[in-house]
């Protein structure tokens, strides 16, 4: 009795082929096929796809509504177009939709003047966005500090005449500092600021090389902390005095070249041709 019989008959199998499923299974209903997506799905809750309130076509619209791309048209008048559900359904809808969290609708003024209606989509009823959230104090670590100020740079001189070949002449002098001090290296802005003192050096008839000696002499052996700052006070500071007015000198007098006289063959200087001043007045005291 106690001896295992292997070639003992399998249990019987029922005579309905369907009943004979596999474990696990249900007996009745639906039974998923599904594949995992990787892409171009949506992803929706089952709030609103197994809500007990809503309606079939609540239910499908709210799915789609969640499915589009953020700025899609949603008014009754686009998905009227885009379903054979007619306008008055699709309102409905909307207004279940609207009625339970998963649709908000406010209107809003464009820039233009227009009144337009803003669509929110929510896919979980109740919650509110980070815009829309009171504003919570930031919680601090530091006390806070003013950031620095940037101090502003000395005037300097400005030239008479401002000419642009002047001013690139100048930011030429300035650029060129650096290799006589490599502390003495510009920004843009700084040079900016600094150049029409530079000028109107070079205004009062001095080279550029001595411009250049005026500014490198004699400079602290210390670390230059503000080296612009350096260079905008000894422009003003040491600006040469206008160069003195100079009387232009009269033009030279014109030296007509020789010519004989028509009269008595003798030379003299004249613009034309003709006779000399000997002939000339006594021409006159015979006429």
Same mark, same amino acid.
């Given at each position: 009795m106690d001896t295992e019989n292997p070639n003992a008959?399998?249990?019987?199998?029922?005579?309905?082929?369907?009943?004979?499923?596999?474990?696990?299974?249900?007996?009745?209903?639906?039974i998923h096929d599904n594949v995992r997506l990787t892409e171009n799905f949506t992803v929706i809750g089952n709030d609103l796809a197994q809500h007990r309130e809503l309606s079939l076509l609540a239910i499908?619209?709210?799915?789609?509504?969640?499915?589009?791309?953020?700025?899609? !048209?949603?008014?009754?008048?686009?998905?009227?177009?885009?379903?054979? %559900?007619?306008p008055t359904r699709i309102a409905a809808a909307l207004r279940e939709l609207e009625t339970h969290g998963y649709l908000r609708r406010s209107r809003l003024r464009a820039p233009t003047g227009r009144i337009i209606t803003r669509t929110v989509s929510s896919n979980r009823p109740g919650?509110?966005?980070?815009a829309d959230?009171?504003?919570?104090?930031?919680?601090?670590?530091?006390?806070?500090?003013?950031?620095?100020?940037?101090?502003?740079?000395?005037?300097?001189?400005?030239?008479?005449?401002?000419?642009?070949?002047?001013?690139q002449t100048a930011v030429d002098v300035l650029a060129g500092l650096r290799r006589h001090d490599p502390r003495l290296l510009l920004s843009a802005t700084d040079a900016e600021h600094l150049a029409p003192g530079v000028?109107?050096?070079? %205004?009062?008839?001095?080279?550029?090389?001595?411009?250049?000696?005026?500014?490198? %002499?004699?400079?602290?052996? %210390?670390?230059?902390?503000?080296?612009?700052?350096?260079? !905008?006070?000894?422009?003003? !500071?040491?600006?040469?005095?206008?160069?003195p007015f100079r009387v232009p000198a009269p033009p030279p007098a014109v030296r007509h070249p020789i010519r004989n006289c028509e009269g008595c063959d003798r030379g003299y200087r004249g613009p034309d041709p003709g006779h000399c001043r000997d002939c000339r007045a006594h021409l006159k005291e015979t006429e």
């Open positions: 008959p399998a249990s019987a199998q029922a005579r309905i082929p369907g009943k004979n499923y596999p474990p696990g299974r249900p007996n009745s209903g639906v499908g619209l709210g799915c789609h509504i969640q499915s589009v791309r953020p700025g899609t !048209a949603i008014d009754i008048k686009s998905l009227a177009a885009r379903f054979p %559900e007619g919650h509110r966005p980070a959230t009171p504003d919570r104090p930031v919680r601090r670590t530091a006390p806070d500090k003013p950031p620095p100020r940037k101090r502003l740079l000395p005037p300097v001189p400005q030239p008479t005449y401002p000419s642009p070949d002047l001013l000028a109107a050096w070079l %205004e009062r008839d001095l080279t550029p090389t001595a411009v250049r000696h005026a500014l490198t %002499e004699n400079l602290p052996l %210390e670390p230059l902390i503000r080296p612009a700052a350096l260079l !905008a006070h000894r422009l003003t !500071a040491q600006l040469p005095p206008p160069p």
